[in-house]
């Protein structure tokens, strides 16, 4: 059983920055990869950034030069730093982990930009 937990979320002005925060129940490095995701209202959900076991790294288009994805394997836990924020980026945030071929998700966390 994999839990993931985010935290970091909260309200920010436009231009803001905000850094998510996902740790997980076990090591990290035995995940193929992490990810984080949105999800505005009314939606779909969308990829943010992931990386994997390796230390790739991909990025929306949207996010590039502005959120960076890392990790502290000694941590278990990965972040997301969201800098110059866009009312638009308005969404519940979640944490995801491939492991052995099953998705696992945090509870997610809200990520308001006012503007």
């Known amino acids: 059983q994999v839990q993931l937990v985010e935290s970091g979320g909260g309200l920010v002005q436009a231009g803001g920055s905000l850094r998510l925060s996902c740790a997980a129940s076990r090591s990290i490095l035995m995940f193929s990869a992490m990810g984080w995701y949105r999800q505005a209202p009314g939606k779909q959900r969308e990829l943010v950034a992931r990386?994997?076991?390796?230390?790739?790294?991909n990025y929306a288009d949207s996010v590039k030069g502005r959120f960076t994805i890392s990790r502290d394997t000694a941590k278990n836990t990965v972040y997301l730093q969201m800098n110059s924020l866009k009312p638009e980026e308005t969404a519940v945030y979640y944490c995801?982990?491939?492991?052995?071929?099953?998705?696992?998700w945090g509870q997610g966390t809200q990520v308001t930009v006012s503007s």
């Open positions: 995801n982990a491939l492991f052995l071929s099953n998705d696992y």
């Open positions: 990386i994997t076991r390796g230390g790739s790294i």
